[in-house]
């Protein structure tokens, strides 16, 4: 008698639990997913630069979500401010590679922005992205302002369509489907296209002194011969 007792109040158990599990899964707040991305830099000649992105995601967070935002290091180039804008709550500082925010409930977009400190031979810029999945058909436009007087010259990262921007400055834009870590922009006032061209004419002009010289040496050698 007591097996037969027991046995129901077990199923009974089994069943509440089944039925609880799935509640408490639909409480776990659903992942953010980034559906595109409009970052802004400003590029300055004394390496002090300003970044400022914002972000939108797919659903609006149902409850507070902690957000990490992810800063790769690189040597020469570092992140030496770090603020949140509209859409995003407690933002600490930088530790390693990441620092940690918050999602208020109900948040699709939010706007973080940053100071970068470059030394005088460095062109990279870290940017501190969001540590979620980037959807496929996202939207990621960059621009960057180059220093008044200054022309792209040699690498950049990504690919960068080149237009006149404010007074001096020169302009880079770029829209694709995945987020940097890192952008590359290589300025100054003379490519190395132009320095290359200069010394191969100054190397065919030198070839052709040489040359000339020779021809003349040689006419006058057989001019002097008896």
Known sequence: M??????????????????????????????????????TITLSADGDDVVRGTYRLAEPADAPTPLELLVVPRTGAEVTELTAGDGLTDLGPVEGIRAGATLPSGTTEYTVEQRVQRSADEYGIP???????????????????LPEGQRLVGDAMPAFDVRAGDGDRVELSHTGRSLPSVIVAEYGTTSRAS??????????VLITLVIAGWLFHSIRKERVRP
């Open 2 to 39: 007591r097996t037969r007792i027991l046995a129901p109040g077990l199923l009974a158990g089994v069943a509440l639990l089944g039925l609880a599990t799935p509640a408490a899964a639909q409480t776990e707040p659903a992942p953010p997913q980034l559906v595109s991305a409009d970052i």
């Open 127 to 145: 940017l501190a992205i969001p540590d979620v999945a980037t959807g496929r058909g996202a939207d990621v436009r960059i621009t960057v302002a």
């Open 195 to 204: 320095l290359g061209t200069v010394s191969s004419y100054t190397g065919l």
